[in-house]
């Protein structure tokens, strides 16, 4: 459980990130490159389909009426076949008359129709204010199921969540979808925010699934043997096989199916947003492959609730429960934030689209017929804005209504109803020649109102708003007209009831006021239009014999005035210039009638975009912009072109085909051609700003080195090409220009040319190298320094060369060399005090002790047998004297052995290894081989001290049972090898401070071999034992002879 002020806090975060996203996507589109126009974002965003609906109420629906939840997604998938036939040709219609909703459309096939419009608005208001409440209801429930208020803030937060709900909803809503006028039909911003939101729904909707089938069960298999084992059916149950009627099941697939294009948020993302008719045909198998995603788990959902006790009419929220009752907030927390998103996508686009056409088809038409309301015009954002608010208040409130009574599913249903009625005057438009404005309306009005009696009334009295009486007895007790079951029609369930008779009113209809109204000539040229939408107009020829006679300030004046009812001056002057622009016209004083009518053309698809089709044309009419001398005029052209064709209908309808064919490709191209010229101008932007860094990393590169502590040299086949300031003062010559241009081997002394090139030579061509070596250097005095270098391999101006840094440590090294000595000789006065003390042990007081115990002894044998007791004390007191002595002389061997003197180091190591097995459980293998005659005696002592440290190692450390040792000497080197099999250790993790902590004695041993110039290795790894390695010379080298000159060079190479 959360506190309210948390769970609102993660909205508030959650719909920024959305908002920045939708930002992003605005200037993107901006900048030339639209992240939006992709199909992947086209079929993500038709995922507005599944609200809060499908996230929570299929799961609902599936646990009272079984697989028939299916319906409302098997009738979308179906009709997707039909797609690319007619969506295709309902975006072509939308591009062609800049349609910006449902009502926009209906209006524009049907002469343009101002009242057909708003009607069409009426029912999507009534319609979707159901929707909306569906939404609000699944929030609100869902935020009270998972918050426990304890704090005053969360307390208050959690009492009135309904209206901050509401108003985070408004507000969201008008940010994203309302907050400027825009000309244009399309918000990239929206629908990448849409398609987002999409994607989020999914992914945690199928973790929810995957957490109930997998986590609390044992997969798909476990949750129906389980079910199928349980002896009783909770009441109200619909997963249990039942007989569902053909008639139902194809009643849900009809709504279904309309409703996946026909509510007005699907035809304003579907058709509306549209920006390639191409992505249609990857949202043909893209978006039934969502659908079946999101649905795959909602049965097993449905089951496991059921499984587990919830009980039946709290279905709704299984998805959210099961995971909140099992402990897991996190998860809980996700999937409402899943359910939140799914409900927001659905409000923010519904009432952005209710919002256009409630103040392009309602509003607006109320100024001509009440002229005090001009104002509407001046502030058409804020009514939009007002718009949104006073919808999304209806919704709320016809949650408050009906939500507690009717479960999520049921509200759905409702609108899907409602818009079912728009199918006819829609399908029918862009089919069938002969469909007018009378049959449009009859069949609109007619079917809404069936649907309003037999569907949405039944909703008011369950609600509470209406006697019960009216649905079982019927109005006036007539019970003919009783709304489920009207005219005496029975045997159907409720929602099969009204679809039968709505879509009977107002198919009839429909086509009964079609018929019996005679087209007139602009009727016929939107049925031809509409129905023919994939066959352009004949576009007229610009220019010709017409004279440019018609003053174009004049006509820009007009359409400048009349755009200022709509937008502030700017947006005016930038329509308008937009509109000359496109038609070609900016730089003209005098237009020809067919230039004017061009203007006039696109000055209406623009404003179309802004106040709909209807109201544009109508607005556009009513502003006399052309003369009745032009309208004549214009009207003569047209007879003029089509005689001039001199081509019967059938001819000339294939000619257009052709003709629109070859346009279709050529813009299709010219597309493709701005596309690629924009990508290679970001191209060119781009390298220029790289060039510009680049430029910019080279010098600050270059200042780098100029200036650098080190020397700098770049090396080509062993000549120096580039050298540094530092690097001429380090070999002493005065400038740069003495040195660049010689030979490598011109800075390095004689002893090391042939090591130093060998590496060079190494890297040069690809070989391994160390990356950092020492080497001795010669100045131009020919005096020598000593350089430790680290070297790479780079390009440079096209060619491989080598870069290396290079620094004098010849301090270094004598500092180097002064500690080595001073090592040395504290080792070695180590050594001499050891054998001074050892022998001070063994001499002098090792023979007072034998001494004091021959006296003792002899004491004891003078003492009366009379005296036990005295004599028991001599004897105590005699075998304390022999093991004092028996320390001391041990102590005296681990100072210094005296038989390393007097018989040497193999019989010395041979001893201390048995003494050390008879102490310890330890299996030692011992092997010298090659010691014909003795070694110098620091070398003998300085390998006794390592195999001592060593053995010590293996009994404190090791917890091993078998060692070997093997010496072995080959002039002029001795080498000993320690190996034991205990559980070793990782070198790179000690250091100094650690070795000292452990007693491991790692550094003494470095210290007595360097002291004597040898060299030591050790290997080790976790459960791996450890090898010592010490390679030791006969006869160390005197302190005069290991100068900074004879140092071996290879100790730094790495």
């Given at each position: 459980m959360f506190e309210s002020l948390t769970v609102i806090s993660v909205f508030c975060f959650y719909m920024g990130l959305i908002f920045a996203l939708a930002v992003w996507a605005e200037r993107r589109q901006a900048a030339g490159r639209s992240v939006v126009n992709n199909p992947l974002v086209y079929a993500l965003s038709l995922s507005v389909f599944c609200t809060t609906w499908t996230y929570y109420g299929s799961v609902g629906y599936a646990a009272t009426s079984g697989m028939l939840f299916m319906t409302i997604y098997l009738g979308p998938t179906l009709v997707v076949i039909f797609w690319w036939g007619l969506l295709r040709k309902l975006v072509r219609i939308k591009t062609n008359h800049h349609i910006t909703s449902i009502a926009d459309f209906i209006g524009a096939r049907y002469e343009k129709s101002i009242p057909l419009a708003a009607l069409a608005t009426l029912i999507a208001l009534v319609g979707t204010m159901p929707y909306i409440a569906l939404q609000l209801k699944a929030v609100l429930t869902t935020f009270d199921m998972i918050t426990h208020d304890t704090g005053v803030a969360s307390a208050w937060i959690g009492s009135h969540v309904g209206p901050i709900v509401l108003a985070l909803m408004v507000v969201f809503t008008i940010i994203f979808g309302v907050r400027r006028l825009d000309p244009t039909e399309r918000h990239e911003g929206i629908v990448m925010a849409v398609a987002a939101e999409g994607l989020v729904k999914l992914v945690l909707?199928?973790?929810?699934?995957?957490?109930?089938?997998?986590?609390?069960?044992?997969?798909?298999?476990?949750?129906?043997?389980?079910?199928?084992?349980?002896t009783e059916t909770p009441a109200g149950m619909g997963l249990k096989p039942k007989s569902i009627g053909f008639i139902t099941w194809g009643s849900y697939l009809i709504l279904a199916a309309s409703a996946v294009l026909f509510l007005p948020r699907q035809f304003h993302i579907a058709v509306v947003e549209n920006q390639h008719e191409d992505h249609i045909k990857k949202a043909m198998w893209m978006f039934p492959l969502y659908m079946l995603l999101i649905t795959i788990f909602a049965y097993p959902i449905a089951l496991a609730g059921l499984i587990t006790g919830l009980p039946v009419h709290q279905a709704d929220t299984f998805v959210l429960q099961l995971p909140l009752r099992s402990g897991h907030s996190l998860l809980t927390l996700l999937v409402f934030l899943g359910g939140f998103s799914a409900a927001t996508s659905m409000v923010l686009i519904t009432a952005m689209t209710m919002a256009t056409m409630i103040s392009n088809h309602l509003l607006l038409p109320l100024v001509d017929w009440i002229p005090a309301l001009g104002f509407i015009e001046r502030h058409l954002l804020k009514s939009r804005w007002l718009a949104v608010t006073c919808f999304i208040l209806m919704g709320y409130w016809f949650e408050r209504l009906v939500g507690g009574q009717?479960?999520?599913?049921?509200?759905?249903?409702?609108?899907?109803?409602?818009?079912?009625?728009?199918?006819?005057?829609?399908?029918?438009?862009?089919f069938w020649r002969q469909a007018n404005s009378r049959g449009a309306m009859w069949g609109l009005f007619a079917g809404a109102m069936v649907w309003a009696y037999t569907m949405l009334l039944p909703a008011l009295v369950t609600g509470g708003w209406f006697s019960p009486h009216l649905i079982t007895e019927g109005p006036w007790h007539l019970s003919f007209l009783r709304p489920e079951q009207l005219f005496g029609v029975s045997g159907m369930d409720p929602v099969s009831h009204s679809v039968f008779w709505s879509l009977l009113a107002n198919l009839g209809l429909y086509i009964l006021g079609s018929l019996t109204q005679r087209p007139n000539q602009q009727t016929q040229r939107d049925a031809e239009a509409f129905v023919g939408a994939l066959i352009d107009e004949a576009v007229l020829s610009r220019g010709g014999r017409h004279e440019a006679y018609i003053s174009l300030p004049d006509k820009r004046r007009r359409i400048e005035a009349l755009l200022l009812r709509y937008f502030e001056p700017a947006g005016a002057a930038a329509v308008t210039e937009k509109c000359l622009r496109e038609t070609g016209l900016m730089d003209r004083e005098r237009i020809s009638i067919t230039e004017l009518a061009e203007l006039y053309n696109e000055a209406e698809k623009n404003l179309a975009g802004v106040v709909g089709t209807a109201g544009a044309h109508r607005t556009l009419t009513s502003a006399g912009v052309f003369t009745p001398r032009e309208s004549q005029e214009l009207s003569e052209v047209y007879g003029e072109i089509l005689a001039g064709l001199r081509a019967r209908p059938e001819d000339l309808k294939r000619r257009i085909n052709f003709l629109q064919e070859r346009h279709e490709l050529a813009n299709r191209h010219a597309e493709e051609l701005e596309e690629k010229v924009a990508e290679l101008q970001n191209q060119i932007l781009r390298r220029k700003m790289a060039e510009q860094q680049l430029r910019e990393s080279e010098e600050r590169y270059r200042t780098a080195i100029e200036y650098s502590n080190d020397g700098v040299v770049l090396i080509k086949d062993n000549i120096l090409w580039y050298v540094n300031h530092k690097f001429a003062e380090m070999?002493?010559?005065?400038?740069?220009?003495?040195i660049v241009g010689r030979s490598l081997t011109t800075i390095v002394h004689p002893q090391d040319r042939d090591r130093v090139v060998a590496i060079s030579g190494a890297r040069r061509d690809g070989h391994l190298s160390p990356a950092r070596y020492d080497f001795k250097g010669l100045r131009k005095d020919g005096t020598s320094l000593f350089i430790a270098v680290s070297a790479t391999s780079v390009l440079y101006k096209g060619r491989t060369v080598n870069l290396a840094y290079l620094r004098d440590v010849t301090d270094r090294r004598r500092h180097e060399d002064e500690i080595r000595q001073l090592s040395r000789r504290l080792i070695q006065g180590s050594e001499d005090e050891r054998k001074r003390l050892a022998a001070?042990?063994?001499?002098?007081?090792?023979?007072?002790?034998?001494?004091?115990?021959?006296?003792?002894?002899?004491?004891?044998?003078?003492?009366?047998?009379?005296?036990?007791?005295?004599?028991?004390?001599?004897?105590?007191?005699?075998?304390?004297?022999?093991?004092?002595?028996?320390?001391?002389?041990?102590?005296?061997?681990?100072?210094?052995?005296?038989?390393?003197?007097?018989?040497?180091?193999?019989?010395?190591?041979?001893?201390y290894v048995r003494e050390l097995a008879q102490r310890a459980p330890l299996d030692i293998k011992f092997e010298a081989v090659g010691f014909k005659r003795r070694l110098d005696p620091r070398v003998e002592i300085v390998l006794y001290r390592i195999m001592q440290e060593a053995l010590n190692n293996v009994v404190k450390h090791a917890q091993e049972d078998q060692v070997s040792i093997r010496l072995t000497y080959s002039h002029p080197t001795a080498i000993m090898v320690i190996s034991d099999n205990g559980k070793g250790f990782d070198p790179s993790d000690l250091h100094p401070d650690m070795e000292r902590r452990q007693g491991i004695g790692l550094i003494s041993m470095r210290e007595r071999v360097a002291s004597v110039g040898g060299s030591i290795d050790i290997r080790s790894a976790p459960g791996k034992g450890c090898t010592i390695r010490v390679a030791l010379p006969e006869r160390p080298p005197l302190e005069s002879e290991q100068t900074l000159e004879d140092q071996p060079r290879s100790w730094r190479e790495a």
């Open positions: 909707f199928m973790a929810a699934g995957v957490f109930v089938v997998y986590y609390l069960f044992d997969g798909f298999g476990d949750i129906f043997t389980r079910y199928s084992a349980l009717v479960m999520l599913v049921n509200i759905g249903i409702i609108s899907f109803a409602a818009v079912l009625q728009f199918a006819p005057a829609i399908v029918g438009g862009i070999f002493g010559y005065a400038s740069r220009r003495e001070d042990l063994h001499d002098e007081f090792g023979q007072s002790l034998s001494a004091l115990h021959l006296g003792v002894r002899s004491l004891a044998g003078s003492l009366p047998q009379q005296l036990a007791e005295q004599l028991t004390h001599c004897e105590s007191l005699t075998n304390i004297i022999e093991e004092l002595a028996e320390n001391v002389r041990k102590i005296s061997s681990d100072l210094r052995p005296d038989m390393l003197d007097h018989l040497g180091l193999i019989p010395t190591l041979e001893w």
